[in-house]
């Protein structure tokens, strides 16, 4: 069965350490795959997405994934977090090119970045 | 920017009643999507729209139907609201081209509690 996985519920980073959020998928052929981010009480907002080409692939607000194709892993990561990238975020990955575009989303993963 | 509007951002129902969503996009994007979002399960589909009158189910399409007349306008109905309906209601809309995958475009989502 086609899954994404998010295996962390929340994220706890110190503002100005590096971040990783993580996510593995499951999904037969070449997906595509994305980042989506959902701060508190708005909608989501796309972060980044990967296609082909360049396993790291650069976003909005400083983001960056890493494509890895061998461990079907896109993990989101940014070099310095700030306060202001709290917030929940959630990976989402292309079915199948016969399914009208759909997507498979992860469970999210809640971000917490402390002063 | 592209802007996806929903009908309400509150609503409150009671157990039975007919409740309507509505969604309006002002990028003429062929896709738009219904989704509810619960906490700890991610993103499921509702139901999906590639055209005008054209709609598809998505993974939970039960106690559901949707109206899309106007290819700017998606409406989700719950015909007979139920208590297991509470939730948050993501409507989104993109793109759509032959085997391309863009990013979807969301609205602020209406939070629905039935009693």
């Known amino acids: 069965a086609q899954s994404v996985a998010q295996p962390e519920d929340q994220v706890n980073v110190a503002e100005g350490n590096p971040l990783t959020v993580k996510c593995t998928y499951s999904?037969?052929?070449?997906?595509?795959l994305f980042w989506y981010v959902q701060y508190p009480n708005r909608g989501l907002q796309f972060l980044l997405k990967?296609?082909?080409?360049d396993n790291l692939v650069k976003g909005s607000y400083g983001f960056e994934a890493e494509f890895n194709k061998s461990q079907t892993s896109f993990h989101l990561k940014k070099p310095s977090a700030l306060v202001s990238d709290s917030a929940l975020y959630f990976c989402?990955?292309?079915?199948?090119?016969?399914?009208?575009?759909?997507?498979?989303w992860g469970a999210g993963t809640k971000l917490i970045i402390k002063p | 920017d592209v802007k996806v509007t929903q009908s309400s951002r509150y609503l409150v129902k009671r157990t039975g009643e007919k409740v309507f969503l509505e969604c309006v996009q002002d990028m003429d994007h062929e896709n738009m999507f219904w989704y509810r979002q619960d906490p700890g399960l991610g993103l499921r589909l509702i139901y999906f729209s590639y055209d005008v009158k054209m709609k598809e189910k998505g993974d939970i399409p039960e106690g559901y139907s949707v109206s899309r007349e106007k290819k700017e306008r998606f409406s989700l109905i719950l015909e007979s609201a139920s208590t297991n309906q509470t939730s948050m209601y993501l409507c989104?809309?993109?793109?759509?081209?032959?085997?391309?995958?863009?990013?979807?475009?969301f609205g602020p989502g209406t939070r629905l509690t039935v009693t």
């Open positions: 990967y296609i082909t080409g």
């Open positions: 999904v037969s052929g070449n997906p595509y």
């Open positions: 989104a809309s993109s793109f759509r081209s032959s085997g391309l995958f863009y990013e979807q475009y």
């Open positions: 989402a990955v292309s079915r199948r090119a016969d399914s009208n575009y759909q997507l498979i």
